[in-house]
């Protein structure tokens, strides 16, 4: 089983930056071997996807409502998955959760419902 761990989470204001980080401490199988989203939910609205990426930093796919402010990148050493959030506004505040399976990044980050492995997700406010 992967189990995931985000952390990275809090309150920052408009225009600020956050790194958020998720990995599988403890787990049987290797985060390497799996592609990871990101993704996001708000109060009140349904699941998105925000940005996913391959078993290497050479295959990414962002949203475009976060393209060119955030970054997912994947540090296979520290088996860890980053996503630098650059430019904040109100609007990205949600819970933001990592995900992992066996898939492609494009649809991994439309179609989320049928992902197996999940963290329970760290909280972003963006707020002065």
């Known amino acids: 089983q992967l189990q995931l761990v985000e952390s990275g989470g809090g309150l920052v204001q408009p225009g600020g930056s956050l790194t958020l980080s998720c990995n599988a401490p403890?787990?049987?199988?290797?985060?390497?071997?799996?592609?990871v989203g990101w993704f996001r939910q708000a109060p009140g609205k349904e699941r998105e996807g925000v940005a996913c990426?391959?078993?290497?930093?050479?295959?990414?796919y962002y949203r475009d409502f976060v393209e060119g402010r955030f970054t997912i990148y994947r540090d296979n050493a520290e088996d860890t998955v980053y996503l630098q959030m650059n430019s904040l506004k109100p609007e990205d505040t949600a819970v933001y959760l990592c995900?992992?399976?066996?898939?492609?990044?494009?649809?991994?980050?439309?179609?989320?419902?049928?992902?197996?492995?999940w963290g329970q997700g760290t909280l972003v406010n963006v707020s002065s």
């Open positions: 990426i391959g078993t290497t930093n050479s295959i990414t």
């Open positions: 403890g787990s049987t199988l290797d985060l390497d071997d799996y592609a």
């Open positions: 995900a992992a399976d066996v898939t492609t990044v494009r649809p991994m980050c439309h179609v989320w419902q049928y992902l197996r492995f």
